[in-house]
T-cell receptor, first 113, second 115 residues
Framework: GAGVSQSPSNKVTEKGKDVELRCDPI?????LYWYRQSLGQGLEFLIY????????KSGLPSDRFSAERTGGSVSTLTIQRTQQEDSAVYLC???????????FGPGTRLTVT | AQSVTQLGSHVSVSEGALVLLRCNYS??????LFWYVQYPNQGLQLLLK??????LVKGINGFEAEFKKSETSFHLTKPSAHMSDAAEYFC?????????????FGTGTRLQVTL
């Protein structure tokens, strides 16, 4: 396909609800990354997948955050019991392992009310 | 560990003037360095990358950057600004480890271009 796609583009949820954010990487890209962009914290790394495994989960801010990747393709980031501080733009990126540039999707803007 | 410092959260230039956005990095291993641009309500677009080949890197839209190891810098330049260059620019670093790994970003520089 074309670029990295993410859905939904916008999500408004009430505090305490669970949300799922989806990322479709570029076809053939084996590495997939999640980042979060917020006013207070800038661009932060969350988690990285190589294939279906996650060698680096060091950026997940709490155990309310989890992610999975299936079939070496689509990834879902799940936030349980959302809090207002989770409001941010969640960006997904993908890359080929043997080249190092990451290509970003348009992001999902999450607003927790 | 890697980190990036971008000097100047806001830079304003006149159309046609030189653009200079500063980035200094810190890395315990040889780095790969990147500049990304973000237009309002969009994701990040790669402008250029340094991956230990040529120290002067040319990117899209007339931008270029020079890797200076002695100064630990990777400043972004463009000879002549255009109104369409107004956006936020992020410098990023990752370790040159031969495998994919996360990017560490600077705090960004918002470029304003005036008539």
């Amino acid at each position: 396909g074309a670029g990295v796609s993410q859905s939904p583009s916008n999500k408004v949820t009430e505090k305490g609800k669970d949300v799922e954010l989806r990322c479709d990487p570029i076809s053939g890209h084996t590495a997939l990354y999640w980042y979060r962009q917020s006013l207070g914290q800038g661009l932060e790394f969350l988690i990285y997948f190589q294939g279906n495994s996650a060698p680096d989960k060091s950026g997940l801010p709490s155990d309310r955050f989890s992610a999975e990747r299936t079939g070496g393709s689509v990834s879902t980031l799940t936030i349980q019991r959302t809090q207002q501080e989770d409001s941010a733009v969640y960006l997904c990126a993908s890359s080929r392992t043997t080249t190092y540039e990451q290509y970003f999707g348009p992001g999902t803007r999450l607003t927790v009310t | 560990a890697q980190s990036v410092t971008q000097l100047g959260s806001h830079v304003s230039v006149s159309e046609g003037a030189l653009v200079l956005l500063r980035c200094n990095y810190s890395s315990s291993v040889p780095p790969y360095l990147f500049w990304y641009v973000q237009y309002p309500n969009q994701g990040l677009q790669l402008l250029l990358k340094y991956t230990s080949a040529a120290t002067l890197v040319k990117g899209i839209n007339g931008f270029e950057a020079e890797f200076k190891k002695s100064e630990t810098s990777f400043h972004l330049t463009k000879p002549s600004a255009h109104m369409s260059d107004a956006a936020e620019y992020f410098c990023a670093v990752r370790a040159n480890t031969g495998t994919a790994s996360k990017l560490t970003f600077g705090t960004g520089t918002r470029l304003q271009v005036t008539l």
